[in-house]
């Protein structure tokens, strides 16, 4: 019962801020427009980048990280010591990336979630962030291909978290490999549904 009630609880808060767009109130705020309207259509950082320039891409990429932190933060402060953290850290991740991708405000039109994705991988660990985004800039480097060095760096974190998992063994077990696991496909689905929409 105790499990119960405090899943309930992690996955409320969590969902919560996850709902928070900073790309949809930044371009509402400085250009009075939906930014579910222009564009791509999604609520992300890459299309206020689009519409606000730099400073666009820079805030809200700033504040979707922010927001992923807050809640997994909290997740772990207070439930670190409990025996079920692994599957309410798990919770609390899956809950905030569902918020981002379909905030109910918004209709449940959100982002695309890979900068939420990001900030989650640095609260499971640095290290494996850190190889991500090596692999990341190598494939734009050599393909100068976008998509595909998102996608590369972001099923990279599968066998780095794999691989560091007996290094770190509080964030890397089987349980929040789990979530990266549920993240990236969550992600692919988002992903395809939005290309589907803007065909």
Same mark, same amino acid.
């Given at each position: 019962?105790?499990?119960?009630?405090?899943?309930?609880?992690?996955?409320?808060?969590?969902?919560?801020?996850?709902?928070?767009?900073?790309?949809?109130?930044?371009?509402?705020?400085?250009?009075?427009?939906?930014?579910?309207?222009?564009?791509?259509?999604?609520?992300?950082?890459?299309?206020?980048?689009?519409?606000?320039?730099?400073?666009?891409?820079?805030?809200?990429?700033?504040?979707?990280?922010?927001?992923?932190?807050?809640?997994?933060?909290?997740?772990?402060?207070?439930?670190?010591?409990?025996?079920?953290?692994?599957?309410?850290?798990?919770?609390?991740?899956?809950?905030?990336? /569902?918020?981002?991708?379909?905030?109910?405000? =918004?209709?449940?039109?959100?982002?695309?979630?890979?900068? #939420? +994705?990001? !900030? $989650? %991988?640095?609260?499971?660990?640095?290290?494996?962030?850190?190889?991500?985004?090596?692999?990341?800039?190598?494939?734009?480097?050599?393909?100068?291909?976008?998509?595909?060095?998102?996608?590369?760096?972001?099923?990279?974190?599968?066998?780095?978290? /794999?691989?560091?998992?007996?290094?770190?063994? =509080?964030?890397?077990?089987?349980?929040?490999?789990?979530? #990266? +696991?549920? !993240? $990236? %496909?969550?992600?692919?689905?988002?992903?395809?549904?939005?290309?589907?929409?803007?065909?």
């Amino acid at each position: 019962m105790e499990l119960l009630i405090n899943l309930i609880c992690v996955i409320f808060y969590s969902y919560l801020p996850g709902c928070f767009c900073s790309a949809y109130y930044l371009v509402k705020v400085f250009s009075n427009q939906d930014i579910r309207n222009i564009n791509s259509g999604t609520v992300g950082a890459r299309n206020a980048g689009r519409i606000l320039g730099k400073k666009g891409f820079v805030i809200t990429f700033i504040g979707d990280f922010l927001k992923t932190i807050l809640a997994l933060g909290v997740t772990v402060y207070f439930f670190k010591s409990d025996a079920n953290f692994p599957i309410l850290f798990l919770s609390s991740a899956i809950a905030v990336l /569902l918020g981002h991708l379909f905030p109910a405000q =918004l209709k449940f039109k959100g982002g695309k979630g890979v900068v #939420v +994705f990001t !900030a $989650i %991988i640095f609260v499971i660990n640095f290290w494996v962030l850190l190889i991500s985004l090596g692999v990341l800039f190598l494939t734009l480097l050599t393909t100068n291909n976008q998509k595909l060095s998102i996608s590369a760096s972001i099923l990279t974190t599968i066998p780095s978290s /794999l691989i560091l998992m007996n290094y770190y063994p =509080l964030f890397l077990n089987p349980i929040t490999i789990w979530t #990266v +696991f549920i !993240a $990236i %496909i969550l992600l692919k689905i988002s992903h395809l549904k939005k290309s589907h929409v803007n065909l």
